[in-house]
């Protein structure tokens, strides 16, 4: 065997070495950003069996948020019938407006403020929102890391070929579909 033929075969097998390092990467991102998501999708899910025993614990103790309570039992139930990924964005944001409206409403009623349940679903609804907040940037960081190593060569050429496709950052996974949610007959609860 020449030198010549060697230095090809070194040289084609560090290519090859090259490509595997590069779409174990992708597939690894890949991965990640699924798991991100349904992180995330989850996050939204408790939040709406919070928003549940909320609702609940705001009618029974007060008439005065009586607009609020429907706008958030609306605004939910668009969220949980949300077909697309920016539909959900969309609504899952109009929810937040909407709640913390609700939760600024409710504090401001002297029943409620002395009340444990309202207390306790307070805090409840205040960690899930921290923790939304984290699962976001999670998901927009591995989303982001996934697409440069995509969009760089060789990952181009292998995610062309594997059928690796750009994503987008979304705050709700487009895999996971709204059934996951608690059931709520699909009227506004």
Request: charged share 25%; hydrophobic share 50%; aromatic share 6%.
């Amino acid at each position: 065997m020449s030198i010549e033929s060697s230095i090809l075969i070194l040289g084609l097998l560090g290519l090859a070495c090259i490509l595997w390092l590069h779409l174990l990467r992708l597939s690894e991102l890949d991965a990640l950003c699924e798991w991100a998501n349904a992180t995330l999708y989850a996050h939204n899910a408790r939040r709406h069996a919070l928003l549940l025993d909320l609702l609940k614990a705001l009618r029974a103790f007060s008439l005065d948020a009586r607009e609020a309570v429907e706008s958030v039992s609306i605004v939910r139930a668009a969220a949980i019938r949300a077909a697309t990924p920016d539909a959900r964005l969309q609504a899952e944001t109009r929810l937040d407006r909407e709640v913390r409206r609700l939760l600024l409403l409710a504090e401001t009623s002297p029943v409620l403020r002395n009340s444990s349940v309202f207390a306790e679903l307070s805090s409840q609804i205040a960690q899930n929102q921290e923790d939304i907040v984290a699962a976001r940037e999670q998901s927009a960081n591995f989303v982001n890391s996934y697409n440069r190593v995509r969009k760089n060569f060789p990952g181009d050429w292998l995610a062309a070929r594997l059928r690796y496709a750009q994503r987008a950052i979304h705050s709700m996974s487009q895999e996971i579909g709204p059934e996951a949610l608690p059931e709520t007959g699909g009227e506004a609860v």
